[in-house]
């Protein structure tokens, strides 16, 4: 049974061939994993940030913050709006193609996500408070910061 | 009454679960054979008395008793039957007690039927199902008590989550749930199995059932969520990357690997040590999945109803089991004995990469969902989306499927690889015609939709072949099985493949009376009106939409209001064709009067979940056939001695 030609290596090593496979693909895996993670992932911006440390052209990033009261404006086309996401300190002019989830409205929070082009933020997706159970999480921890802005802005 | 009833048996139940952990490692103590016959009844008056609990659950959502603070919370007296009675499974506390219901109904379910194990092994099972099960009644009965009563009555309940109200929260979390949790006894056959120094091909047997029957209800369970998803959020995707869909694949990939490896271990006597690592490995994924569904740790579109501290506890329930477990494997490891020796082309060897390569996926998985809890451990704020997981997975999954073009044709233990290579040449040139093809006619498609497709067409194709010279009437179910799963992965990689590369979406604003375009289709805006529910009023848009000159078909897609509690949800409809289907979706109202509308025509989109119910369908085969074939050789097992006996007694 045990004269099998196992392609070279001496049948006894088996075990341990299979376990340096195994080891290998795993090590890979994380060396892989490790090095896509960090080109890959998308970080969260709040405007100051991205006016201090603006990320590379096209980069999938996140932008949360507060919608500027009076600044959403709907194009002619009817499904690209426009509006201006503040946090007190600074104004990023967003642009977005598609349906709104239904509680976004002016003065609400939004995260989108998106990636900056020029100096404007270009929107795929757009995450706004969806009821009373699910509350994007950066958006609480957002709003806790800017919880005086806030204030001032809805009054 | 019913409430106190439900929670007594519950407490009962958790009391013979300690009798039943307590009675298991005595009768394995030498001296302690007297406490053998015990532990078979109590695993299955446990199973029994859970489930009565479970049903007390159930009657009170049925009855919307509001005395119960569960019932308060999350039913409504004018929800519709259905929903009540998901309703019991759709929050957390009723949640944990269908896995705990679960759990020990397979318990007893194995001390049932179980009859090839050796005793002891069965009774270190047993036991180790108690211990398992044991910290999830801590968690029900201490933390999370689904009977709890209101000082008073609640006029009225609070309702469910519009967006759960849907016939899939019917039927996906209660089968993943069975897939969850039916790991566990993969995991403490495995855990029995290192107690009593028995890992072997029995072994192997006995736990193959259980983790086919896990595999398959996850494999239901994901695509039956994943199509819920599609339909109900909108977005007109059918996978996200969201860490709680994560949870579901991840498991789903474990088990894959334990089925393979456990096959191998019960056919060939190989792969020992792996298969019982594996067996840890799955139902840690299992535990992983419901900590990241549970905790709210993650940022998740599912995130209803969570709760931190629940989330440490069953962190603590990981730490203590999983880690238990790995000591345990750490310990014995040295005891498990190699097994048979195989050649590197053999149908082992391709099994162990199968295996390595799923792995290598589970690690991507694990990691990108990850990521960023390590991140913010440091102050960084990032999600990880397809951009990683899409690419990186693909370089494991891609040479997987293709290793399963040649797996199931070679023999076992040692092969020629001269004897396949006509065979095989058939679905490899067919991939490569198709790459050529694809790259050809549709240069613009991005890499990996383009290799989905070619990858996808050959594995169809190759996936029939082990059937190629054999008695069709007298091969086994299993075969069939393995057949029929294999090629639901060609298909499903078809369709999601062509739905990524051939998509096309419009986005218009649209007065009643507009056309537009999508792919083939035309659609036009009929009317829109006001409808109503039992507990929803809508704006119900009427589309008609013809397919290049064929009769017109009518849609309906809504933007539902919902009253209790208050919510929105918007209602996609779907037209399905044989090649492809067209998804609507009804916006807001603009300023001007125009509605805003979405359509999406993906061709070929339905052979994804298609292809995952023929993975079921191939996984239900395979344990008929496993399962027909037990009961056959108990029969005879049973025949041969009871002629023993009559021939001792003529003597």
């Not at chain 1, 932008?63 to 201006?84: C, H, N, P, W, Y």
């Not at chain 2, 509001?66 to 409504?76: E, F, I, Y």
């Not at chain 2, 896990?214 to 494999?219: D, H, K, V």
Request: glycine share 10%; charged share 15%.
């Amino acid at each position: 049974m045990n004269q099998i030609k196992t392609g070279g290596i001496k049948p006894k090593h088996q075990r341990l061939v299979l376990l340096v496979i195994a080891l290998a693909a795993l090590i890979g895996a994380g060396l892989l994993a490790a090095y896509a993670l960090s080109n890959q992932a998308s970080y969260f911006y709040v405007p100051a940030d991205l006016m201090k440390d603006p990320p590379e052209q096209g980069r999938a990033i996140r932008l949360g913050g507060m919608v500027e009261k009076g600044s959403l404006k709907t194009r002619a086309d009817g499904v690209t709006i426009d509006f201006v996401v503040g946090d007190g300190k600074a104004r990023i002019p967003v642009r977005f193609t598609g349906i709104t989830p239904d509680l976004f409205v002016e003065g609400s929070g939004v995260v989108a996500e998106g990636r900056m082009e020029g100096q404007a933020f270009i929107a795929d997706n757009l995450l706004a408070k969806h009821d009373e159970n699910y509350v994007p999480r950066q958006m609480g921890d957002m709003t806790e910061a800017q919880a005086k802005a806030v204030v001032a802005e809805t009054q | 009454m019913i409430a106190e009833l439900g929670l007594a048996v519950l407490w009962m139940a958790a009391a013979l679960a300690v009798l039943q952990l307590f009675a298991g490692v005595v009768a394995l103590r030498p001296g302690g054979a007297a406490m053998t016959g015990l532990v078979r009844p109590l695993a299955i008056m446990q199973g029994v008395l859970v489930a009565i609990s479970f049903l007390a659950l159930i009657d009170l959502f049925l009855e919307t008793d509001l005395t119960v603070k569960l019932v308060a919370a999350n039913s409504h007296s004018m929800k519709p039957f259905i929903f009540k009675l998901a309703g019991t499974w759709g929050n957390h506390e009723g949640s944990m007690l269908l896995w705990v219901t679960i759990m020990a109904m397979s318990g007893g379910i194995v001390a049932l039927v179980e009859k090839r194990l050796r005793e002891d092994t069965l009774i270190a099972t047993l036991a180790g199902q108690a211990f398992v099960s044991l910290g999830f009644y801590a968690f029900l009965l201490l933390s999370s008590n689904p009977f709890e009563r209101l000082a008073e009555p609640a006029p009225e309940g609070a309702g469910l989550n519009p967006l759960l109200q849907d016939i899939g929260l019917a039927f996906h979390p209660p089968t993943l749930y069975i897939g969850y949790v039916g790991l566990s006894v993969a995991f403490s056959f495995a855990i029995g199995a290192l107690v009593t120094r028995d890992v072997g091909p029995a072994f192997a047997r006995a736990m193959r059932p259980w983790v086919l029957g896990a595999w398959i209800f996850l494999t239901i369970g994901i695509t039956a969520g994943s199509y819920w998803a599609y339909y109900t959020l909108g977005w007109g995707g059918w996978w996200f990357w969201d860490p709680v869909e994560n949870a579901s694949l991840m498991p789903w990939l474990a088990a894959t690997a334990l089925l393979h490896s456990a096959s191998v271990l019960a056919s060939r006597n190989a792969l020992r040590a792996w298969t019982v690592m594996l067996g840890v490995i799955a139902f840690s994924m299992s535990m992983v999945g419901t900590f990241l569904v549970r905790s709210g740790i993650l940022t998740s579109v599912h995130a209803f109803a969570v709760d931190p501290e629940r989330g440490s506890f069953i962190l603590a329930l990981l730490a203590v089991y999983i880690g238990g477990a790995l000591a345990l494997f750490g310990i014995r490891a040295s005891t498990v004995t190699e097994g048979e020796r195989f050649s590197l082309f053999s149908r082992e060897a391709s099994l162990v990469f199968n295996n390595v390569m799923l792995c290598g996926t589970l690690a991507i998985v694990l990691l990108g969902t990850l990521y960023p809890l390590m991140t913010e451990a440091f102050g960084a704020k990032v999600s990880v989306g397809p951009p990683y997981f899409n690419p990186v997975s693909a370089i494991f999954v891609i040479p997987m499927m293709l290793a399963m073009f040649v797996g199931p044709l070679l023999r076992w233990r040692h092969d020629k690889p001269g004897r396949i290579t006509a065979v095989v040449a058939v679905p490899v040139l067919l991939t490569a015609v198709v790459l050529l093809a694809v790259v050809l006619l549709a240069p613009d498609i991005r890499i990996l939709p383009t290799l989905g497709i070619a990858v996808g067409a050959g594995l169809a194709l190759a996936s029939l072949l082990p059937l190629r010279g054999r008695n069709l009437r007298r091969t086994p179910l299993s075969v069939y099985g393995m057949v029929v799963a294999h090629f639901g992965i060609g298909v499903a990689l078809l369709g999601a493949a062509s739905e990524s590369a051939f998509s096309t979406e419009r986005l218009a604003a649209m007065n009643v009376g507009d056309t537009q375009q999508v792919g083939p289709i035309t659609v036009k805006l009929v009317n829109i009106s006001p409808v109503a529910g039992p507990n929803w009023t809508a704006l119900d848009a009427t589309v008609t939409a013809t397919y290049e000159g064929a009769a017109a078909v009518t849609l309906h897609p809504q933007a539902r209001t919902f009253s209790s509690p208050p919510g929105e949800r918007t209602e996609s409809a779907l037209y399905t064709r044989w090649n492809g289907q067209l998804y609507a979706v009804l916006g807001n109202e603009g300023e001007d009067g125009r509605w805003q509308m979405r359509f999406w025509w993906k061709p070929f989109v339905p052979l994804l979940w298609l292809g995952g119910l023929l993975v079921a369908l191939g996984g239900f085969l395979a344990l008929l056939g496993r399962v027909a074939h037990d009961v056959r050789r108990l029969r005879a097992g049973g025949k041969i001695a009871y002629r023993k006996a009559r021939l001792e007694q003529i003597k």
